[in-house]
């Protein structure tokens, strides 16, 4: 099953097996990965799954999946940057076994 | 009055295999408001049962964006509680759940000497997430699409029922059957108990009979009873049958919290999405050219249905303060309530600019019909698929309508907002 590593704010780090077609904010839930509140559940219509894509893998994960996602993630509480996506919106392939994501200081 | 002490709360503990009644208490009325209110912020302002209210509810709460401060407190017979009416401020109460929480959060009666929680409603982190854990795989957008067939055909066969009759009543015909027999689908409970559940349905949110509510809800809760006993002897693929053998933590659930559980749920589903869709249907039928522009935007339904929600919210979500707060120069005290006014909230024109048009090309924002936090609906996606399929289907059949020459609509009172009955013709 591929893996994904959340990195804590504060740099530390937790290694949890998130299967193929789950998304990456229902990995760190169901794992009990503090960090992504998730609060709307995937609609998507929050932006409290923010996430950084570690540098390594923003090719292969790509950027904002359209418009929506784009105009959710300027009500991120926590900086956007180059590298910001909504976790709930990254889908688990084999492809991406190995991502390393970080996470933003605060989901509020 | 004096400020209330709460030597309760501070010793609260909240264990769901030993459920207690928290005992917040209520004020209720001009003479129990408590002195660290202003009287500057006293008002009654007749949110949900006033006349004016009624007249047009949802307009009635976006004017609460210029007709009242943002925070005040209103004083009804019935309850007295803070009201928040900007978008910024029910995020902030809503995302708290350690200073605001979700104790006695429904109204339903129960036994003090018997008590039980609504799970995962009335339960609060940490305990939370192990209760959603159970039941998300399902309730979430993924687990949700996989219904969507099912929940097609009940949407179909329920329209080809009248569809030839040229009128109905919606709310009958369609907004209370889709719910309730996708609720028996879900639930894994059979179909031909669905007129039995409406007629429950109806008592327990219409009623103002108490005696008559405790009877409906008690014959409920037999039947509910009973199926959890059946469905932990013959487990299937269904959420009753799924909270009945679900174990956090590797032990089972407990009786109470399989009961509390499968009771929230079903009391849940029922009135909610029954009244967006009666509201909806209201606005549909006496906005012909708003129907053809959804026709004519299929691949745009999504967005379609979120800012719908946005513009019919129906409910509203109350919280306990666990410790002073000020929120814009606001003293709030422990122990008081805090109502967080939803559907006006989704009316703030600094978030949602002339708020009272439905303009599906609306920037995406954070929308307060399902709340948001933890406590968030767990329900939200099945609403939206259910509010997305029956636009699909209903104007696949029905393409024109209108409300029936001559009717009067009236909106019922109460916490969930919607027209009494909404007859149309085509």
Not at chain 1, 31 to 60: F, L, M, Q, R
Not at chain 2, 9 to 18: K, S, T
């Amino acid at each position: 099953m591929p893996q994904v590593t959340y990195i804590q704010f504060d740099g530390s780090k937790q290694t949890v097996d998130v299967p193929v077609g789950e998304n990456v904010m229902r990995g760190a839930l169901y794992n009990g990965i503090d960090g992504i509140a998730g609060e709307c559940g995937g609609a998507p219509s929050c932006a409290t799954c923010h996430c950084y894509v570690d540098d390594a893998w923003t090719a292969k994960v790509g950027g904002p999946d359209g418009d929506v996602e784009a105009e959710l993630l300027e009500a991120a509480a926590a900086e956007i940057k180059a590298t910001s996506r909504l976790s709930c919106q990254i889908v688990m392939s084999e492809a991406l076994d190995g991502l390393v994501v970080h996470l933003p200081e605060t989901q509020y | 009055m004096t400020a209330m002490t709460f030597p309760d709360l501070d010793n609260y503990v909240q264990d769901p295999l030993h459920p207690v009644k928290p005992n917040v208490p209520t004020f209720a009325g001009p003479d129990e408001i408590p002195s660290h209110v202003p009287p500057e912020l006293v008002k009654s302002c007749g949110l949900m049962f006033s006349p004016e209210f009624l007249a047009a509810p949802h307009e009635y709460m976006a004017a609460m964006q210029h007709n009242f401060p943002p925070i005040f407190y209103d004083v009804t017979p019935y309850r007295n509680a803070w009201h928040l009416t900007k978008h910024e401020d029910c995020l902030f109460v809503l995302r708290h759940a350690d200073i605001f929480r979700n104790l006695e959060a429904s109204p339903f009666p129960r036994d003090p000497d018997d008590y039980f929680f609504f799970i995962p409603q009335e339960v609060d982190p940490p305990q939370h997430r192990k209760y959603r854990n159970i039941v998300d795989p399902l309730f979430c957008p993924a687990g949700i699409k996989t219904l969507e067939g099912l929940i097609r055909q009940r949407a179909i066969d329920i329209i080809d029922g009248f569809v030839g009759d040229g009128e109905c009543n919606f709310n009958t015909a369609f907004g209370r059957p889709l719910p309730v027999s996708v609720f028996l689908d879900i639930m894994g409970l059979p179909q031909d108990m669905r007129d039995t559940f409406v007629g429950w349905a109806d008592i327990m949110i219409h009623s103002s009979d108490q005696a008559e509510i405790a009877d409906a809800f008690g014959k409920a809760i037999v039947y509910l009873r009973g199926a959890i006993a059946e469905k932990k002897a013959n487990p299937d693929g269904g959420v009753v049958s799924l909270i009945a053998n679900a174990e956090i933590e590797g032990r089972k659930l407990s009786d109470k919290e399989v009961f509390g559980f499968v009771c929230f749920l079903w009391i849940g589903g029922l009135d909610t999405v029954y009244a967006t869709l009666n509201n909806i249907w209201l606005w549909l039928a006496q906005n012909p050219d708003r129907v053809q522009e959804i026709i004519d935007r299929p691949d745009d339904i999504d967005k379609i249905v979120e800012e719908l929600l946005r513009r019919y919210s129906v409910t509203f979500s109350t919280r306990v303060v666990m410790k002073d707060i000020e929120m814009r120069g606001v003293q709030i005290k422990k122990g008081d309530r805090v109502m967080t006014v939803l559907p006006s909230a989704n009316f703030d024109p600094e978030v949602f600019p002339n708020p009272l048009e439905v303009d599906f090309d609306r920037p995406r924002k954070t929308i307060l019909a399902f709340t948001v936090g933890v406590h968030s609906c767990m329900g939200g996606h099945l609403a939206r698929m259910e509010l997305k399929i029956a636009l699909q289907e209903w104007l696949k059949r029905i393409p024109k309508f209108s409300v029936k020459p001559g009717a009067q609509i009236a909106f019922k009172p109460g916490g969930v907002v919607g027209p009494a009955a909404v007859p149309l013709v085509w």
